[in-house]
């Protein structure tokens, strides 16, 4: 168990709509990342939020928005969902803000969206 | 061409053979290379770390990075079923300041009893 939840498991829901998905950090950590992993795209990074700010975006779609709050939970929300969406989406955290040298990135269990 | 190119498989092993997972990586400036196993519907997990070129040794596994040739390395000495997982290799190009994780698609392992 590497600490870091995420809630649901799983998520099936019809297209157009919009989902949140939650991830709690490992105690102590300040940094969360979310991914998304699909079969053809494998897993890609989508945003990275420190200690409440934005740190760093990736492949993250304008549909898809994230924040931090000040308990350090995450939130990845997904509107105008498509089918092209269902994925696994993790959230890691680490104890940094840099995800430089040995800040390791710890990976919660994900949770599966079907956009049906 | 793909930053980081691992071959999907599955390979398909028989216990207690010796396992050779491998990566090509095409972008020069990456320092920090990682493996990651992930288990069917579980989180990716860090195996080992490794800074620039060189060996590292944990256990059954042996990390291995040329950066002459771009290729990294994972070996799994006497493989067990309990390996039979998704090892995934990632890096990034710098082992100081901000920098994202590039992961390859991983290679599936299946170990067979």
């Known amino acids: 168990d590497s600490g870091v939840t995420q809630t649901p498991k799983h998520l099936i829901t019809a297209t157009g709509q919009r989902v949140t998905l939650r991830c709690s950090p490992r105690?102590?950590?300040?940094?969360v990342y979310w991914y998304q992993q699909s079969l053809d795209q494998g897993l890609q990074f989508l945003i990275q939020?420190?200690?409440?700010?934005?740190?760093a975006k990736g492949n993250i779609l304008e549909r898809f928005s994230a924040q931090q709050f000040p308990d350090l939970h995450s939130e990845l929300n997904l509107s105008s969902l498509e089918l092209g969406d269902s994925a696994l989406y993790f959230c890691?955290?680490?104890?940094?803000?840099?995800?430089?040298?040995?800040?390791?990135?710890?990976f919660g269990p994900g949770t599966r969206l079907t956009v049906l | 061409q793909k930053e980081v190119e691992q071959d999907p498989g599955p390979l398909s092993v028989p216990e207690g053979a010796i396992v050779s997972l491998n990566c090509t990586y095409s972008n020069s400036a990456f320092q920090y290379f990682m493996w990651y196993r992930q288990y069917s519907r579980k989180g990716p997990e860090l195996l080992m770390y490794t800074y620039s070129s060189g060996n590292k040794e944990d256990g059954r596994f042996t990390a291995q990075v040329d950066k002459s040739s771009k290729y990294i390395s994972l070996f799994i000495r006497d493989s067990q079923p309990s390996d039979s997982a998704t090892y995934l290799c990632a890096m990034r190009p710098t082992n100081s300041g901000y920098s994202t994780l590039t992961f390859g698609k991983g290679t599936m392992l299946l170990v067979s009893p």
């Open positions: 105690s102590g950590d300040l940094s």
């Open positions: 939020y420190y200690n409440g700010e934005e740190r």
């Open positions: 890691a955290s680490s104890p940094r803000a840099s995800g430089a040298g040995t800040d390791t990135q710890y």
